[in-house]
Structures are given as C-alpha cells and as structure tokens.
C-alpha cells in the first residue's frame, strides 16, 4: 500500500512511495505526529540520480522488518534535496559540523521541535569497514531517547544554538580589488597540477565556475597563467571520461584509480553541470576560437536539448548513474561503457580497431567486468574528423537501444535559469536559433508554471504541475541571470522586466537591510531551525553570488542604483574568502571582474532587428569577452531598454555606444571599432 509520498511531484519522494517505511514529506504534520507519539524524527534526504540512497533504500528502506522498526519507534520524513535545499542546507550543516563530512544518503535523527542530535549518512544493513548497521543506529538511538531523555534533549539544544550563532558577517569586508582578484589566481596556481592540468586530488568536480573567473580575469588583466589555467582545465575534462565523448555533456565527478588508469566517472549527469559548462566552453570559444571548446559547447547543447528537455519545455534535473546491464541489473555506468567485442558488433572490425585506439577501450577494460570508459588518450588531429564522426554517431544510435537511465523529470527553477542563459548565448554564438528556441521555451514554462502574479517563484514543477515549495535565493538569482542573457540575445525587453521582479524580491525578502548580507531563504518563508546563509560556491553558483551578479547586470541594463548597491555590499564576501578558497567561490570572483571591468554597458540601434548591418553590430558585442558586459539591441524609438533612450541612428547607419563607469565612447558603426572598444 503505497505511503503518504504517492502524491508528491518529486520523482525522487515518488521512488519511495511503495516502501513499506511510512514515510511522511516534510511537513507540520510530522513534527505534530512526532510530538504526539513522544517519538524522534528519522529524517533522510537525499536525491533522484544519488547511486547510494538507491543502495540505502533497497537495503535498508525496502526491508520489511527495518522498516517496521522504524514505523514503531520513529516518524520518518523523507525529503528531496533539490526541492527543498534548505532544509538539506540546515542539517547538511549540522552533519559537517559534528561528523567532518556530508553527503547523502544524509540521515539525522531529531526531536519533535526539528532540533537534531545524531548524525550520519550512508548505514549499511550490517557493521563493516567501522560503520555500525542501520539497525544498530535505529536501536541506539532508540535507546538514548527513552533511557537518557534530558541528555539527547541537552545535545540536541546545544547543537541548535551552535547552527542559530553561525551568522555571516561581511561589513568590514570591502569591495574585491586587483589585489583581492590576484591573489585568489595565485592561490590557484598552487591548487593546480600542471602535469595533468586537474586541480590536485582524488576526487575531481568539474570547476565551471573558477574557469569562467579565469576567463574574466585573462579578459580584464591579461594575465597569460589565468588563460593557460582555462585551457588546460577545459582540455582536461573534455578528453577524460568526465566527459560523454559519444553523446555529449558531462557526468557528475571523476575518481583517480588507486592502480592507475584512466579517470572512473561517478555517471550521474545534472542539468547544472551541464548548462554551466556548456556556457564556460561556448566562454572559452570567444576568447580563443580553440575548436575542441566550440564541439563541446555545441555537442554539451545539444545533449541537454535531446535528453533533459521534458514536454512542457523545461529542462529536467537529472539523469541517474545506473541503468539495467541488458539482464535486469541495475548498475552504475551501464549504459556509457564498451567492450572491444561491443564495438565491433556496432563498427565491424575495421572502425572498432580505430575507435578502441581512439576512446582507450581495452581488452582488459578499464571499469569493471572487462569494459571500458570512454575517454581521448590521443591527440585527435591523428584521426580522420569524417571517419570520427561517423564511429560517434553510429555509436551514439546503437547506445539509443540499451535501457535507458532513469530521468528525474522535476524542473528546477534555478538550473533552468542556467540553462536559460547556456542555451541563449551558445545559440547566438554559433548561429544555431534552435538553441535560442529552446532557451525561449523554458523562459516561457518558468513565467506561466514558476511565477504567481507577484512574481514569486515556486522552486520546482514536475509534468505541467506546479511543486507545493517556495523558491530560494538561487531561483531567484539563477532564473534572473537566464532572462537578463536572453534579453541580451534576442532583444526582448519583456525579459528584462522579468527579471527586475524577481530582484526586488531580493531587495525586499533576502536581504539584510543593514548588513547586506544575503540569506537563502525569504524572511516570510518557513522558519527552520536556522536561517540558512552560505556565499561559497559548491555544484552550482551559491544564492549569494548568483544573486550579486543578477543585480550588477540589471544595474547595467537600467542605472538602479539600488540594485548596484545592493550588489556591492555582497561582493564583500568575495574579497574575504576569494584569496583563501578561490575553487570555493568562483562564480563570486567572476562577478567581482565584472565589477572591476564595469561592467561595459553596450547599446545596439538600427532600422530593425532584422537589418543585417545592426545583427553584425549586435553579434560583435555578444561576442565581446569584457567581463559581464550587457547589451541591449532595439530601434531607437524602442522603450524595452534603458540603455537605447536618446541613441539616434548615425547618419541614418546602426549604431553601437558603449559605455562604462558613468563615461561613454563616441558611437561607431564600424564592428572593428565596437571590437576594438570592448576589449582594451
């Protein structure tokens, strides 16, 4: 008999619908259960493509006996990160704090009030390598609640006042400088390995973020280290295995092999590694016009555009890392791997040989059971590019047959934000409108499903119908940053309207008034144990930077001085961590160059937007690699933007006028001039 999750729009809440735990979603009514039956809260958060909850549930979860353990002793709540991050912020803290790691499974045992006392993540169904049994947690802490009551409720109180004490203070900061931007660079030159061109470490996240600081940084200061960084942190994640070298996009994380050998991707693949690193490439093309950058920003596109986008026109959350092997098992990486006799039922004999030579597939395998990843252990120029292609496709379509990883269909209001942004600029960049529909689609989907008529936003939806949970600082800085690219690209001023809603509700419901610090979550949204607040930049851009950056463009666009301001007093936490964990906030530090740089302010006027002489002008400015710069295309009797009020035509010709720090050049219709302007 299905629990109380049948009904919720997370796919991840809808995978554990059928278990026999009685699961409730995260709501009073627990707590008041919880409260009732003199009972701890078990609660587990976790995440629709996370390779050990799946593990955890069907070990644990799926049990009859533990699951009738916990329904005796416990009410257990059950919650999907990606829709309520705050709640996953807060414990996920709390975790850090007493055990010195996170990660999910994440599992915390709590009072009635939501004031946690024991922590941990993944619990194994019997001891091994030191972890106790999830059984044996249950039975402990069991114990403690009806043996040692006022001891758990003590800890349990200490803990809430340690997390409520954690307030971020940014006043005496100051404003990121030269200095500030300089030697967070330094700090990672020390963090890289040159030989590899990986940050150093086990355990390798694609950094997205730091290299678009990089690009910013080589693009403002010319420094010749920032853009060598770039590269080879760019190369090195388009020729290991992080990367789908047949089918596009990227996977979540790579591992370095004890034993050696290639990278071993973690094969679960996000929405927002993707549109960030599909943008950071389509970034690196500007500054370099290097083509390894454009394939992947193109192929990491069109992979979105194939795979994540869902029927209403927004892009999913997720695809998960396992998929069925062919024999009913669910194992990780099944769908991505190849044996050489796999190849040569696809390729024939001839192209196999090539393509093991060119992926690194060997008869031994590199992953597990003699298959092999992916990966580009070769220079590409000694392999013909037609001959490449044709392997990659034929490929790519024998791979379309096996089972399919599961998608996590939710959308996500702040990924799609990110997507947004990715997909309107790739498409302007490489001429590909297709894109710039895509991005137009799920600009749409947010403001007719995401926005209420105060331009609220609502966290996540799933098939048309809209999730029960408020949006938090990312949506709204995430989704702002995607329609202030949009209106850049295609010259829409409704966009920008849409995102100066969404930034007052930052003015209004995020921010500190006096401080102006930033918090995650609004001052009229449900209160938590403690008001989540963090500025670093993990997976994603944190709220935090996301935010300052929406705001320093919608002030560009529109001369808010509030805004400004507002964008100003956050970048202070970038000038106190950036030269101390510079991977830890690098969409901070690229904020930070464009507010060095400006950022330019670029105003496009012709006849109309269809004239070819005002495109040339207008992709000359898209093209621009001027940290953070905004442009605004339209006719000079438009009234969309700000920026083309009192821009005439000259002498009857389009028009470009850039302006920066309150002084403007001289307008020019000549591209090579407006080229020449944006970057010195």
Request: hydrophobic share 40%; proline share 6%; glycine share 10%.
């Amino acid at each position: 008999m299905p629990n109380r999750l049948a009904q919720a729009t997370s796919p991840y809440l809808l995978q554990h619908a059928d278990n026999p735990v009685d699961w409730w979603p995260w709501e009073t009514g627990a707590f008041e259960e919880a409260r009732r039956r003199n009972v701890p809260v078990f609660l587990s958060v976790g995440y629709s493509a996370c390779h050990w909850c799946h593990v955890m549930a069907h070990e644990s979860f799926e049990d009859d006996d533990t699951a009738a353990y916990m329904n005796e002793h416990f009410v257990s709540v059950k919650v999907d990160r990606e829709e309520r991050p705050d709640v996953d912020a807060v414990y996920m803290e709390a975790v850090q704090a007493a055990t010195g790691q996170g990660g999910w499974p994440m599992s915390v045992f709590m009072t009635p009030d939501g004031e946690p006392f024991y922590f941990g993540t993944y619990f194994p169904p019997g001891p091994r390598h030191g972890m106790p049994s999830f059984r044996q947690v249950l039975e402990g802490v069991h114990s403690a609640w009806t043996s040692r009551r006022d001891e758990v409720g003590e800890v349990a109180a200490k803990i809430t006042r340690d997390l409520a004490g954690r307030e971020l203070s940014i006043e005496s900061a100051g404003l990121p400088t030269d200095e500030t931007q300089a030697l967070a660079l330094l700090q990672l030159t020390r963090d890289i390995d040159p030989a590899s061109g990986w940050f150093k470490g086990d355990t390798k996240f694609p950094p997205s973020m730091v290299v678009e600081f990089l690009l910013r940084h080589h693009a403002r200061a010319g420094s010749v280290a920032a853009l060598e960084m770039a590269e080879g942190l760019c190369g090195a994640m388009a020729r290991s295995s992080l990367y789908d070298q047949v089918g596009g996009g990227f996977h979540r994380y790579v591992l370095t092999p004890r034993a050696g050998g290639p990278l071993v991707p973690h094969f679960e693949k996000m929405l927002y590694d993707n549109a960030l690193l599909c943008r950071v490439y389509a970034h690196l093309w500007r500054a370099t016009g290097s083509e390894l950058a454009r394939r992947v920003a193109l192929e990491t596109a069109d992979f979105m555009v194939r795979e994540l986008r869902t029927d209403e026109g927004g892009f999913a959350s997720a695809l998960d890392a396992d998929s069925d092997d062919g024999t009913g098992a669910h194992v990780e990486g099944a769908y991505y791997v190849w044996t050489p006799q796999q190849l040569r039922e696809v390729l024939g004999d001839d192209d196999a040989e090539l393509a093991a030579r060119y992926f690194g597939v060997t008869e031994e395998g590199t992953f597990e059971h003699g298959s092999s990843v992916l990966q580009l252990p070769q220079q590409e120029g000694v392999f013909g590019a037609e001959k490449i292609a044709s392997v990659k496709e034929r490929l790519l379509a024998a791979r379309a047959d096996r089972p399919a990883p599961g998608r996590d269909d939710k959308i996500v209001a702040a990924w799609n934000g990110l997507a947004i942004a990715a997909l309107a600029e790739t498409g302007a960049y490489f001429d590909r409108p297709d894109l710039v529909d895509a991005a137009l689609g799920a600009a749409d989907l947010l403001v007719r499903l995401h926005l209420d008529d105060q331009a609220r936003l609502t966290r996540t939806s799933k098939d048309g119908r809209a999730g029960g949970n408020a949006g938090v600082l990312e949506d709204y800085g995430d989704v702002a940053e995607g329609f202030l690219a949009l209106a850049s690209v295609t010259g829409e001023g409704v966009w920008l309207d849409f995102a100066g809603f969404l930034l007052d509700h930052v003015l209004a419901r995020f921010t500190d008034e006096e401080s102006g610090a930033l918090y995650d979550t609004a001052a009229d949204a449900e209160q938590l144990i403690r008001r989540p607040q963090d500025p670093t930049d993990n997976a994603a851009p944190s709220g935090w930077s996301a935010a300052a950056g929406a705001l320093l463009s919608y002030a560009a666009q529109t001369g808010a001085g509030s805004h400004r301001a507002a964008a100003e007093k956050a970048l202070g936490v970038v000038k106190a961590l950036g030269p101390r964990v510079p991977r830890f906030i690098g969409w901070g530090l690229a904020v930070a160059e464009a507010g060095l740089d400006g950022p330019r302010e670029v105003a496009i006027v012709g006849p109309s937007l269809d004239d070819k002489a005002t495109k040339t002008l207008h992709r000359t400015a898209l093209l621009a690699t001027a940290p953070g710069a905004v442009v605004a295309v339209g006719t000079p009797e438009s009234d969309e933007f700000p920026l083309l009020v009192d821009r005439p035509l000259q002498q009857g010709q389009p028009a470009a006028y850039v302006c920066r720090n309150f002084t403007c050049d001289a307008p020019t219709t000549e591209p090579d001039r407006l080229r020449t302007a944006l970057s010195s």
